[in-house]
């Protein structure tokens, strides 16, 4: 639900009231809902695995979660909050949050965020230069994968079968796997 205001700058961001959560997407503040138990459960099995599987690797690629802050295309009218964020050029890494895409972005889908996780963040990321985003639904326990480098159509796959990522072909992700300890 965006917030009242014409154009909000990266100003307007940084001065919300403390405890406030929002993204700003071309200028306009879009106010964020508390995320549910399911939700917040997602993003800790799958930053648990991903983390795992980057320090098992030696990766030196960077994940963070939500609330972190993206300057997506480091200019002013944009700063999202992704549930997590996969960064391999840590030069982009600041204080304030990720200045430039990150490589790799996951979306867990909430009632309240589909039409932007699905529509407008998937736009964004995609101009801005994200190399894979996924968005995890577990409404329709499905995830759909878009490999923005590899220009290809949209993959979705049940939450019974595993994902694998871009960024690392030989990680495969069973989501119905990490559900079960629900």
């Given at each position: ?31 964020m ?19 795992e ?92 994968v ?11 796959f ?25």
């Amino acid at each position: 639900m965006p917030l009242p205001k014409q154009y909000h700058t990266s100003k307007d961001y940084w001065n919300l009231p403390e405890g406030q959560r929002a993204e700003l997407i071309d200028g306009t503040l879009y106010d964020m809902a508390p995320p549910s138990y399911r939700h917040q459960f997602l993003i800790a099995k799958l930053s648990f695995v991903i983390q795992e599987y980057i320090f098992s690797h030696a990766g030196n690629c960077q994940l963070l979660m939500a609330p972190f802050a993206v300057n997506l295309d480091a200019d002013d009218k944009n700063w999202v909050e992704p549930d997590i964020s996969v960064i391999c050029d840590r030069n982009k890494l600041h204080d304030h949050g990720c200045f430039g895409a990150p490589d790799w972005i996951i979306e867990i889908v909430s009632p309240s965020s589909r039409r932007m996780d699905y529509s407008t963040k998937n736009t964004l990321y995609s101009e801005a230069g994200v190399q894979e985003y996924w968005i995890v639904d577990p409404e329709k326990e499905r995830t759909t994968v878009y490999r923005y480098a590899e220009d290809a159509a949209p993959i979705i796959f049940p939450f019974h079968s595993p994902v694998s990522a871009g960024l690392y072909p030989d990680l495969e992700i069973l989501i119905s796997s990490l559900l079960k300890d629900m």
